[in-house]
């Protein structure tokens, strides 16, 4: 070949392929068909030959998740209105500024509750302030005054009793008395028994009038407190006496005229209104010893209360009172209730207050309302970290906890799904209420866990097993594994957390253990790769994490 192709011209050679076509085309196919031969023996391509890709069991971090959709809303959202009517004074925030709690929004005019508001400070300060010296000096005078005040009332009786008794004593025991004439109470018993039961009241004041009335000249208006005390109650005494006497004697002289006489006779009159006097003064008189009574105990009471302090009562009350007067102002400034985001102020200086929405305030923490099924939702659980995503956001990931889960679910078209809450922070301004957000859940995790690729665990009568060599085989060119005349064996193994791309291996095997992640069957056409069924039937629910090493990627 090499002579004839050496000594041919081009055209010459042109000539020949073209004049023996057969033969050129077949010569290339031979020629292909040894280097493909060669090629394949060199680098071991055999199509008979079944192909290994190992791995080694590794220790790391395992994790599972499931995902959902759903939208943002904040965790709470409020439309501030004031609790009081009037017109606004002051706005004192604008659209989109964060506040915090206690933030003055807006103040409504305030005058009137102001002064309310310190009057009963004044009056608070008035009743928890130690009395001083002055204080005191001013009770003192005051129980004086009111024990000169009461001499001058038991003076006053003791200076005009002696006419009521006199008077008295001669309606009973003179010959032309009205309540002693014979021909009056000899009509009838029931006049007599009423006349008996005057005179025996009459006798008892007169007896124990002249008994106080010697007390009373043995006292002056500088005896003893105590004593002037006594004279007080017993003038008291004397007078009650007196007046249920009087009353007595009242009672005979109506019944007389309207029973016996059968008329209204001048005597009758003259009599009746001598009695009513004397009994108009006897009750003037108790009247005054009684507010001479009142004056001095109050007075004495004041002097008391002030040495001693305000009563706890007393106190409390005036503390209570002020409080209220205090949240009465306070309602007239109108202030954030938690921190969060101002979304509209509808308002303006001078609107009116009543019944309006003064600004619409929501939280800075947002949440994720997430709905997943029924086989998802039994892996979740509150505080539960959750990756979040958006889809007007990109690139933009955020870190949230689970907060909430529904119990109860919703059936749509046979299918139950369940409502769930994601919190999360974020001062993002992007972030708005009601974006589509995506979230992933970690459901479960284990750190420093044997794992293996999910391929490698395969399941036979119920067990699960992976494929290792006897003897240690050699490292893998690249994807494409190794041959082996001996083929691998099946080693029982205990799997537990897993995910789609990992499971975790809790007996069977060691960290550093050689497997077969999986097995590469070349046909007769075709080079096909076997993995192992997926542990979840190549379903989505259980996708997780796995980060070997300790410090692997994600």
């Known amino acids: ?164 008794v006199a008077g008295m004593k001669d309606m009973f025991y003179t010959a032309a008395g009205y309540l002693n004439n014979p021909n009056r109470n000899s009509r009838g018993s029931v006049s007599r028994a009423l006349i008996d039961n005057a005179s025996i009241s009459f006798d008892r004041a007169k007896n124990q009038y002249e008994d106080v009335l010697k007390e009373y000249n043995s006292l002056s208006r500088l005896s003893p407190r105590a004593n002037i005390n006594d004279l007080i109650d017993h003038t008291h005494g004397i007078l009650t006496l007196m007046s249920d006497a009087l009353k007595g004697a009242q009672s005979v002289i109506t019944h007389m005229y309207t029973n016996e006489l059968g008329e209204n006779t001048s005597e009758n009159i003259t009599a009746g209104s001598k009695v009513n006097s004397l009994l108009d003064l006897v009750n003037s008189y108790v009247a005054s010893i009684v507010s001479a009574k009142n004056s001095i105990r109050t007075s004495e009471n004041t002097l008391s209360d002030l040495k001693k302090g305000a009563d706890f009562d007393d106190i409390r009350l005036q503390e209570l009172s002020l409080q209220q007067k205090r949240n009465d102002y306070n309602d007239y400034f109108i202030r954030a209730p938690f921190n969060g985001i101002i979304a509209s102020v509808p308002v303006k200086v001078g609107s009116p207050a009543s019944g309006a929405t003064i600004a619409t305030i929501i939280t800075s923490e947002k949440y994720a309302e997430i709905s997943l099924n029924e086989v998802d939702i039994a892996r979740v659980k509150n505080g539960q970290k959750a990756t979040l995503t958006f889809d007007a956001i990109e690139g933009l990931t955020i870190s949230g906890n689970v907060a909430e889960v529904n119990l109860v679910g919703t059936v749509d078209q046979g299918v139950v799904n369940y409502a769930l809450k994601v919190a999360f922070k974020s001062d993002d301004n992007r972030i708005r209420p009601g974006m589509s957000i995506s979230a992933s859940i970690v459901t479960d995790i284990k750190e420093n866990v044997l794992i293996v690729p999910a391929s490698a665990v395969k399941t036979k009568n119920g067990e699960k097993y992976v494929e290792v060599f006897e003897n240690t085989m050699p490292k893998n060119i690249a994807e494409r594994g190794i041959t082996s005349v001996v083929s691998p064996i099946q080693k029982k193994v205990t799997v537990g957390l897993s995910n789609d791309m990992s499971i975790e291996i809790l007996s069977g095997l060691d960290e550093g253990d050689q497997i077969v992640v999986r097995s590469i069957n070349p046909t007769a056409s075709t080079r096909t790769t076997t993995q192992a069924p997926s542990l979840f039937g190549g379903g989505s629910r259980n996708s997780g994490t796995v980060r070997v090493g300790g410090s692997g990627e994600r």
């Open 1 to 164: 070949m090499k002579n004839i192709f050496t000594h041919l011209h081009p055209s010459k050679i042109k000539k020949h392929f073209l004049d023996h076509k057969i033969k050129s085309v077949l010569t290339v196919i031979v020629v292909g068909a040894l280097l493909y031969y060669g090629y394949d023996k060199i680098f071991g391509t055999d199509s008979a030959t079944v192909r290994y890709v190992l791995g080694n069991v590794e220790k790391g971090v395992l994790e599972t998740s499931v995902s959902g959709t759903g939208q943002v809303s904040a965790s709470n959202q409020l439309d501030i209105k004031s609790k009081v009517s009037g017109d606004i004074v002051s706005v004192n925030v604008k659209t989109g500024q964060q506040v915090s709690t206690g933030t003055l929004i807006a103040q409504v005019d305030s005058r009137d509750a102001s002064i309310t508001f310190k009057s009963a400070e004044v009056s608070y300060e008035k009743l928890t302030r130690p009395a001083d010296a002055q204080d005191i000096e001013a009770a003192e005078d005051a129980i004086t005054k009111a024990y000169t005040e009461s001499w001058n009332s038991v003076a006053t009786v003791f200076t005009n009793y002696a006419s009521v």
